[in-house]
């Protein structure tokens, strides 16, 4: 038979056999080692492609670190008797692609379902059923920006989540203006712990966090985040990019922070559906993306195959033996790479058209996961800068009010008069032991949110405690005497004014004993000069009266009728020299003036003298007397800065230490620099101590700035404390919170409720005003400071009621040495005497005196024939001196005429007196 009969046998046979052997489409599926096939029902993809032909599956093993065994696994395959059609591959590997590649040169579909970086497609034959990368990318970019975050973290697991989260860390803007960026990142650590970086998150002041890592690792990041107490923060929100997470269940973590994620479908959506029949698990919740790619990735193949089935006529495709080695590269045999490229899928997951091997159509779903799971927002790759939301206003807002009753806020405060006091009674638990201004205003708050609260005291009762509170979650509110500035603005957030107030100086009232003096109408002239001036004074009569005695012209006729008087009297005295210097000097004058020459000119120097002295004092007076106020009182800032007798200082660490230490006016750089340079310190911990040191410091030589609220309420009963000038500023009290709290509007609505109500008002009035221990101070009248008052003029009127009292003395004495002169002369008992002159100085309205008292009861009536008698000769006695007749001669008529009116009165008297007994 020979070698070519052997050989023609063999190919008889071969062919024989060749027409009874069924051919076969081989798929390959490249998974590795330990991995099973999944839960993906693979006959049902047989069944797809159709009964007539058989369709196996090959699986291909991928060989870690080994890259020449899983390149001979794969070509292995495709030496196949029957080839290889197409093969779901792997990504995410160093080796996938160089399988690609391989895929590539052999004409074979190389279809993958994950994430993978590249933008542009290296290979025609590759298909990627997951959504393309950059779509994600700006998918996930446009719902962070959404959420309007000014600042959050990325935490992300590896290199391939930054190249996943690019157009996310785009949306900040770099600009040199910023004082610090709005992004911060933070890679996972490999043991697992990632609390230190959530502490760190926590304390830098971020609420806000993108987490991007494997489903897997979620759960652990929750448990660590409630460890630190992010979780329990109303007003932490995270944001899952996991398109798995909404399938975890986080009922375990109890939280209050806002949960959101995206996902590519929605499982509740599959129910009843017939594509359900190629899983074999029957849990819908567990549906993974990756499940349902690969599931609709068989799909697609099997449409594709459909559709190249039905361009053949015979209907019949064989594959042969594919060779990796092959000098050339192989063409598409029946068309199933364009097959693939022009299928559209209406999937699982959506519609998916690989026109360009990539998924560039899909839609993502926004969920929130606080108890229940709703969407609230829609995106799709067709309008990639477009969120749709899928609830209203009225929706959203019933939402947060839900999540906010359901919490129990934290509210963070510090004790000081009158915002916050503290009960004594130390049975007392929780709110029941404050009271107080905060108390009521926080309690009037929650009434209209319908909220409950917790109230804690911050760390030293300090103000810059309570901006940490809420920066580290320790705090979702903060109220007391909060005064909104710029600085804390930076770091955390605040309501609308509840308060409205300005820095102003606290002082002490000036006056008391210490400042008083009696005697201050003595300070325009020294006391040598007032020793002078009395000395002169004294030394001044005697020369008057040695000069008036020595003055010829000063002689005066003592009897003006007598034209030959026998003697001459001098008037000037001492006791009258002494009267005119003493009214020259006082301006008042005198009624006796000296007539001689010598004396006049004496009396014209004493008068310039005093004139000169006189004026001086009285200028000077005023001056001296208004000096002292001025020099001590204090008006209004810039009279406080310009001297140094009075020291002032405030808290160190407070708005009004930053009011003056950042200010670009220099009158106040100038003050913040002499409060810090001042020894001993000025400053003071706290307001209580600062109007302590105002009371107790003497002389008011200590003033204190704080705000004007505090000066109100310490002036209702601290009646010696008073406010000097102007506010030197405007502010405003705020309720402080987290940044970017989600409850900020719901509390500025709160706040304005209260004011438009006139609470605001009513609040401050109760415990500014009536619940005070003690009486308020007594409302004043606006006084002229400028005035002098009765201790500067008072010693005035000291030396002038000693004057009165010395002259009144003198009078006493006088009146009592003439009763007993008139007692020894008249021969009567002193008292006796003393009765009768007593009773005649009452007698007011008698102004004539007789010579000697009457002792008889008729005396009265011959008190007017006494002074007619008198007056008859003086009359006489001018005739006389008229008609040049002698004085003594008349005289003599005179005294006939007075002898026989008495005779006539006593006859007349005893006429009266036999009637009256008749």
């Not at 005093?610 to 204090?634: E, G, P």
Request: glycine content about 6%.
């Amino acid at each position: 038979m020979g070698v070519y009969g052997v050989l023609w046998v063999f190919c008889f046979v071969w062919l024989f056999c060749l027409g009874f052997t069924k051919d076969r489409i081989n798929v390959g599926l490249i998974t590795d080692d330990n991995e099973a096939l999944g839960d993906i029902n693979w006959n049902m993809l047989i069944n797809e492609i159709g009964n007539e032909d058989e369709v196996e599956i090959q699986n291909i093993n991928l060989l870690e670190n080994d890259f020449l065994r899983s390149m001979d696994s794969f070509c292995q395959t495709a030496l196949d008797e029957n080839g290889l059609a197409a093969v779901y591959g792997i990504e995410g590997r160093d080796i996938s692609s160089t399988l690609e590649a391989i895929a590539s040169h052999l004409a074979v579909p190389y279809i993958i379902t994950g994430w993978t970086p590249r933008e542009l497609k290296a290979f025609d034959t590759t298909f990627n059923i997951f959504p393309e990368a950059s779509l994600l990318s700006q998918g996930y970019a446009a719902l962070v920006e959404s959420l309007n975050w000014a600042c959050f973290a990325i935490v992300y697991e590896n290199e391939e989540s930054l190249i996943r989260l690019q157009d996310v860390m785009k949306i900040e803007k770099y600009s040199t203006d910023n004082s610090k960026n709005s992004i911060t990142l933070k890679q996972l650590p490999e043991n697992g712990d990632i609390r230190p970086i959530l502490k760190e998150i926590r304390q830098s002041g971020i609420n806000s966090i993108v987490l991007d890592c494997s489903t897997d690792k979620i759960h652990n990041v929750l448990l660590n985040a409630k460890e630190v107490n992010l979780m329990d923060d109303l007003n932490t929100n995270i944001f899952l990019t996991s398109l798995d997470a909404h399938i975890l269940d986080y009922n375990m973590f109890e939280s209050s922070a806002n949960i959101t994620t995206v996902r590519l479908f929605n499982p509740d959506q599959l129910d009843g559906k017939d594509i359900l029949k190629y899983y074999s698990q029957n849990h819908i919740s567990t549906f993974t993306v990756k499940t349902a790619l690969m599931l609709d990735a068989m799909l697609l193949l099997a449409k594709s195959f459909q559709a190249i089935k039905s361009t053949h006529a015979d209907g019949e495709i064989v594959y042969e033996p594919l060779f990796c080695n092959a000098s050339e590269k192989y063409n598409d045999k029946y068309g199933l790479v364009s097959a693939l490229q022009e299928t559209v899928l209406n999937g699982v997951t959506g519609e998916i058209n690989l026109r360009n091997g990539k998924r560039e159509t899909f839609d993502l779903e926004v969920l929130e996961l606080y108890k229940t799971r709703k969407t609230i927002a829609l995106w799709s790759s067709t309008e990639a800068q477009k969120i749709v939301l899928t609830q209203n206003a009225t929706e959203r807002q019933a939402e947060l009010q839900k999540r906010l009753q359901s919490h129990n806020f934290v509210v963070a405060s510090r004790v000081g008069e009158p915002y916050l006091f503290e009960r004594k009674d130390t049975e007392l638990q929780g709110n029941a032991r404050y009271y107080g201004y905060s108390m009521d205003l926080i309690s009037e708050i929650a009434k209209i949110m319908n909220i409950t609260f917790k109230l804690q005291i911050t760390k030293d009762n300090l103000h810059g405690n309570l901006v940490k509170d809420l920066m580290e979650r320790r705090a979702d509110l903060a109220i007391c005497d909060f005064t909104i500035t710029p600085q804390r603005r930076a770091d955390i957030d605040f309501s609308m004014p509840f308060m409205s107030l300005g820095i102003g100086i606290l002082h002490k009232m000036e006056g008391g004993e210490e400042e008083a003096n009696l005697y201050g109408f003595l300070g325009p002239l020294s006391t040598v000069v007032w020793l002078y001036i009395g000395l002169l004074y004294i030394f001044m009569s005697f020369i008057l009266v040695l000069i008036a005695r020595m003055s010829t012209k000063d002689w005066e006729n003592p009897h003006p009728c007598d034209q030959n008087p026998a003697e001459l009297e001098n008037i000037w005295n001492l006791k009258n020299c002494c009267w005119l210097t003493l009214g020259s000097i006082t301006t008042q004058g005198c009624d006796i003036l000296p007539k001689g020459g010598c004396s006049r000119i004496a009396t014209a120097s004493w008068w310039f003298f005093s004139l000169i002295i006189t004026s001086s004092y009285t200028a000077n007076l005023a001056a001296f007397l208004t000096m002292s106020k001025q020099d001590d009182s204090i008006n209004n800032i810039e009279e406080l800065a310009a001297q140094s007798k009075v020291k002032y200082g405030c808290l160190p660490n407070g708005a009004t230490a930053s009011f003056f230490q950042y200010s670009n006016d220099s009158l106040y750089q100038r003050i913040w620099n002499t409060m810090i340079n001042e020894k001993p310190s000025v400053f003071e911990d706290t307001n209580l101590k600062g109007v302590e040191r105002v009371l107790s410091t003497k002389n008011a030589l200590y003033a204190f700035f704080m705000e004007s609220t505090g000066i109100e309420y310490e002036m209702e009963r601290k009646c010696d404390l008073k406010k000097i000038g102007d506010l030197l500023d405007s502010k405003s009290y705020g309720i402080g919170m987290p940044m970017n709290a989600e409850y900020r509007h719901e509390v500025n609505a709160a706040v304005l409720n209260l004011q438009e109500t006139g609470k605001l008002v009513e609040l401050k009035e109760k415990w500014w005003k009536q619940e005070r221990p003690g009486e308020p101070c007594p409302s004043t009248v606006p006084v002229n400071t400028d005035a002098m008052a009765l201790e500067n003029v008072g010693g005035v009127f000291i030396v002038l009621a000693s004057g009165i009292g010395i002259a009144f003395a003198i009078a006493i004495l006088e009146f009592l040495w003439n009763v007993y002169s008139i007692a020894v002369e008249e021969h009567i008992s002193y008292f006796e005497a003393l009765k009768i002159e007593l009773k005649f100085a009452c007698n007011i309205f008698v102004t004539h005196k007789r010579s000697k008292p009457l002792l008889s009861g008729s005396s009265s009536s011959n008190t007017v024939n006494v002074e007619d008698s008198k007056s008859n000769q003086c009359i006489l006695t001018g005739a006389g001196t008229f008609l040049n007749i002698n004085t003594t001669i008349l005289n003599r008529i005179g005294s006939t005429a007075n002898l026989n009116q008495t005779e006539s009165n006593s006859a007349h008297s005893r006429k009266s007196g036999s009637k009256s007994n008749s």
